[in-house]
């Protein structure tokens, strides 16, 4: 059975929704709360440790500065760059074969697989000012490579690498909790469109907290 007929049928066996007496917040009104220059509801990134289990949908952040130039030639602009782990830089290779003079980066650091670059050149980036930047849309390009050369222990608690299983999933749980909802069929249309937008082996970095697509990067196996 497919979305649209399970959905009719969940219609057609929908019972009368009880009165609501909890305030539902407007996305303006929630915006005003996650934002207000006090709020501390956006949390810091998370400084993994060496103890710290990464599964392959969490992503990194590094801040770049200034322009580098990669051994193969590929040039890295400033900015804010996302990517997943490849390994912590300590099971991959001894200390003095890193470069990396930091015993806190080398231990419980992670060599990242870059996907995307948000054109943020803040030298002094937040969690608060990545979720601003996907509220406002800022430039954001796929650069999807096998360079490892950036090494990061900061990990993104509001951005999540997703397929088209992750959609699924949230379709399911939208019709399985139809009439638990206030508005179930705007949700339905937006998990079915970001699914839609996602080909054969593209992944979307999501946020789910403004249920935003950051960018389309290709797989990690090309």
Known sequence: MNYQERLREIRKNSTQKKARTSKNYTLSELEVSLFDKDSDVISPFTSVTKDDIIKGNELFIASL????????????EKGQYIGNSIGRLADMEKLEDSGIYSKSLYENGHRI?????????????????????????????????????????QKVDYLELVDTYYFDKLIDDVLKNYNNLSNPNNLLKRY??????LSEGKRMIYCPLLDECLAIVGDSNE
Do not use: M, R
């Open 65 to 76: 500065p200034n322009d580098i130039t990669l051994e193969d030639g590929t040039t890295l």
């Open 113 to 153: 697989n870059l996907l995307a670059v948000i054109k943020n050149p803040k030298s002094v980036y937040t969690q608060k000012d990545l979720v601003l930047d996907v509220k406002n849309k800022t430039e954001v390009k796929d650069i999807t490579t096998k360079s490892a050369f950036v090494i990061s222990k």
């Open 192 to 197: 079915i469109k970001n699914k839609k937008t």
